[in-house]
């Protein structure tokens, strides 16, 4: 029950400090890097290392990739991400693999080699641009709920067998944003959240106990 | 009243991208770009374009600066955005400039040089990878809410007369996140929430009409 990543550079390493800061035991991470420099600062932060190359069926089956609950991406290129996550979803069917991509041309082929999540950092930064430009603060909201750190937070669980039957409004353990059920979506207005059923994922904004 | 984008490289035309699909009216965007092709692919889109150089007194003050509502400045290299930001600052005091910084070592002189928002895509993508590692929707929850597409957005306005002295919950259009209120932040579990005042600034997630 361990998370790979693959590619250790500045996205990959951000994305293991966040891991971190969210609890999880740096030993349950095992980075794939290649470069020396970046395996060793992988090691120093206490995370497992498997210096090689990601694209290879052989590193991933190293590193147990089968029994991980999660794979990260971030291999700098978009080329070799693409090719890692193709790799990683041949060897590993139903492993939720989130990917970095740089160019929106290679969003699609990303989703296509069978990434869960693609990610596109300049496209990202150019919404939370047009965000800042209308109004001060929500940009900074935004990143406070993506981080673990600041006053709230986004969480992701399943319904208890306590609020079967009631609306999404009334869960007690935050704000009720948005439930998936049969993986559809359905958000705080639409009728399905009047009465929640067993199996529904809920998303939520919790408050976490630190002052904004 | 218009916004001043400096630098059309992708992020800037990713911003602009959105600023148009929100309803900002193409006219009412002045682009400054030294680049000759980036500079036209601005003009097709509709924008007012400026070629020239954003870190000096003089092209700022030709797009005029000082009666723009906001500013976005992603120029591509962290020092000529702080320049830009350095120089915008000191023509438009209370002007919101918002800046793309690559290195985290650059978030604090971006600061220092007056930005109101400072967004580091690297550390934001990070922040969404370690997300969608432990949950399948909460990337793609956030990317919704920062984008005008989906069915989500986060919507920061003043209190109504009408809201006063009751409690955020019990706003009607949308639900209610966080208040500010003398520029701080409280959150909807604070009992600051509990009855808005006149002046609070409210930051709400509304449905939009279309499905997700
Ligand atoms: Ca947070
Ligand atoms: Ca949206």
């Not at 869960?171 to 207005?189: E, Q, S, V």
């Amino acid at each position: 029950d361990h998370v790979v990543v693959a590619g250790f550079g500045t996205t990959g390493s951000e994305a293991v400090d966040e891991l971190i800061a969210r609890g999880t035991d740096p030993r349950q991470i095992v980075v794939i890097e290649c470069d020396g420099d970046a395996a060793a600062r992988a090691e120093a932060l206490g995370c497992n290392v498997l210096q090689g190359d990601a694209t290879r069926d052989a590193t991933l089956e190293d590193v147990k990739l089968s029994r991980a609950s999660a794979m990260i991406v971030a291999a700098g290129r978009d080329d070799t991400s693409i090719l890692i996550t193709l790799t990683a979803r041949h060897l590993a069917e139903k492993l939720p693999v989130s990917v970095i991509v740089k160019a929106e041309d290679n969003e699609l082929p990303a989703r296509q080699a069978g990434a869960t999540t693609v990610i596109n950092p300049v496209s990202f930064a150019g919404l939370l641009l047009a965000n800042s430009s209308g109004s001060r603060h929500i940009a900074n909201y935004i990143t406070d709920l993506a981080s673990v750190r600041g006053s709230v937070a986004l969480n992701e669980r399943a319904v208890t067998a306590q609020e079967v039957g009631k609306p999404l409004a009334a869960i007690a353990t935050g704000l009720g944003m948005r439930i998936y059920r049969d993986g559809k979506p359905y958000g705080f207005t639409d009728p399905e959240c009047e009465a929640l059923q067993p199996g529904d994922l809920i998303v939520e904004v919790v408050r976490r106990t630190r002052p904004a």
